[in-house]
């Protein structure tokens, strides 16, 4: 007979707590209930670029782009973001009733989801194999893991707000988290890298079809697993590597090539300030001049600057939300922010501030213990190079956005991984360090109210709602006024304002 397998209590626990967790995100990204957001600009773009594609076309209608578009003088519009988000409309979408129900809300639901019970796994890797050995000490640990993971990371802040700015940002944020559980579980096993190689080339792949700051770093820290690799397993490892440097390369041309067709230039990644060529959408709907200060920075400081890297770590590091108690201090960042950056140019700051030492307190903490952890893999430290890489970029950029802190995520969880290795054995031991216990609830509990005090007002963030006329949804007539400047025929404006399946001008 088949013996039944059993799951042990802290298992369960945690399953549980990801059960809890993947429920909750469901909740709050959900169209529909008791917590349903309001109409977040750009839930259908991605929708409607699907249905583009199976028209053998690579634009998206103006009036679904809107400002976020980049366009051509003729008034084309395409989409400068990857198309990695499409993945599930390929997998879904010919059973979805696209394009009157969008499916931003399940795609940012899935990749958040996906991407938190990645983390998890890498986490509990480490801690399931170095931390109290069985009996409550290891339930009691294994639940605050869990709920620091689900509760005080980015999938939370992912979930509550499924707009057009979060679907490449989630589906990077998987691509993350399956990088990190792979690189960590071959770690922690001491294995031969094998097949582990093409996964994290699948990762990488399809991060620089999301977010290519993000995908950068992956696609070193492939390089780096290679290298590794042929040193170690010598033959073993050829047929993996060729297959995982087939995968880099396949993806890699597909980018180039979706550049060339959407931009003109493989090495073009998005239109300009200039209004004579493809530009970006404000400038050439008349909403930001092509000299506007914004525009200026990145003309003379680029859009990566090595310069800006320091004032944006600090910020994104220990910046305060603007408009709480915290209020006074958090002028006084800005204004050290402002300082240090005189010499950058303008560097756009979108609201709500809140610093990742405040959102991720739990894994500050255990990553503090990387310092002081012996015993680690030295294979660890190409994933804290890896995920570095992609944070280093991240913070050279010249916005700073909530979004853009979820970037530098898999370095922070990278680190932890490695502090795990120190602290994960001591909360075994009997005494069971009853200062670094309180001190790791401690910071769990603050990093899930403080997540969850930033999900509140994030929640209304892009809405189409909004007081400004950023996000707001256009009708024909209003599509037609804002492109009569261009001088374009009636027949052209008709074109560019119309919506599929609308034929009559009138409608």
Request: some cysteine; proline content about 7%.
């Amino acid at each position: 007979m088949l013996q039944r397998r059993t799951i042990d209590p802290a298992t369960a626990g945690a399953i549980g707590v990801a059960v809890l967790g993947a429920l909750l995100y469901g909740l709050l990204a959900s169209p529909i209930g008791p917590l349903a957001p309001n109409e977040a600009f750009g839930n259908d773009i991605y929708d409607y670029y699907f249905l583009s594609i199976l028209d053998g076309r690579l634009d998206v209608p103006a009036r679904i782009l809107r400002l976020e578009g980049h366009y051509t003088p003729d008034g084309t519009g395409y989409l400068y973001h990857g198309l990695a988000p499409l993945l599930t409309r390929f997998a879904v979408g010919w059973a979805w009733p696209l394009p009157e129900v969008s499916m931003a809300y399940a795609s940012v639901w899935f990749w958040a989801v996906s991407g938190t019970a990645f983390y998890h796994l890498a986490f509990a890797t480490v801690a399931g194999r170095f931390g109290p050995p069985a009996g409550l000490r290891r339930v009691v640990w294994s639940v605050v893991l869990a709920f620091g993971i689900w509760f005080a990371s980015p999938g939370l802040l992912f979930a509550v707000r499924p707009s057009l700015f979060h679907e490449p940002n989630a589906v990077a944020y998987a691509m993350g988290g399956g990088f990190v559980f792979l690189w960590t579980r071959n770690a922690v096993l001491g294995r031969p890298w094998g097949w582990t190689l093409p996964g994290l080339a699948i990762c990488a792949a399809i991060a620089l079809h999301a977010r290519p700051n993000v995908a950068v770093g992956l696609y070193a820290g492939v390089v780096i697993a290679l290298g590794l690799a042929l040193l170690r397993d010598r033959q073993q490892a050829i047929r993996p590597a060729l297959l995982a440097i087939a995968i880099l390369g396949v993806s890699g041309l597909g980018f180039l090539g979706l550049n060339a067709v959407r931009f003109g230039s493989a090495v073009e990644v998005h239109g300009s300030y200039d209004a004579e060529s493809l530009s970006y959408g404000p400038v050439f709907w008349g909403h930001e001049m092509s000299d506007s200060p914004r525009a200026s920075a990145f003309e003379d400081y680029g859009r990566f600057n090595l310069g800006r890297i320091l004032p944006n770590a600090m910020l994104y590091g220990l910046d305060l939300p603007e408009k709480s108690v915290a209020a006074p201090p958090s002028e006084a960042i800005l204004s050290a922010y402002r300082a240090a950056t005189e010499g950058l140019g303008f560097i756009r700051i979108e609201p709500p501030r809140i610093g990742a030492v405040w959102l991720w307190a739990p894994w500050i903490v255990v990553g503090m213990a990387a310092f002081a952890a012996r015993g680690a893999p030295r294979r660890l430290l190409g994933l804290v190079a890896a995920t570095g890489i992609a944070a280093v970029l991240t913070l050279a950029y010249g916005t700073v956005t909530l979004r853009y802190r979820f970037d530098t995520w898999p370095l922070f969880a990278a680190v932890a991984v490695v502090g795990l290795y120190r602290i994960a054995p001591a909360l075994g031991q009997g005494t069971g360090r009853p200062i670094l216990s309180g001190l790791l609830v401690a910071a769990t509990l603050f990093g899930v109210g403080m997540t969850a005090l930033t999900a509140m007002g994030y929640r209304d963030e892009f809405s189409v709602n909004a007081p400004t006329n950023f996000f707001v949804r256009w009708t024909r007539e209003e599509c037609i006024a804002k492109a009569k400047f261009h001088d374009f025929s009636q027949e052209r404006l008709d074109q560019i304002c119309a919506l599929p399946g609308e034929t009559d001008p009138a409608s």
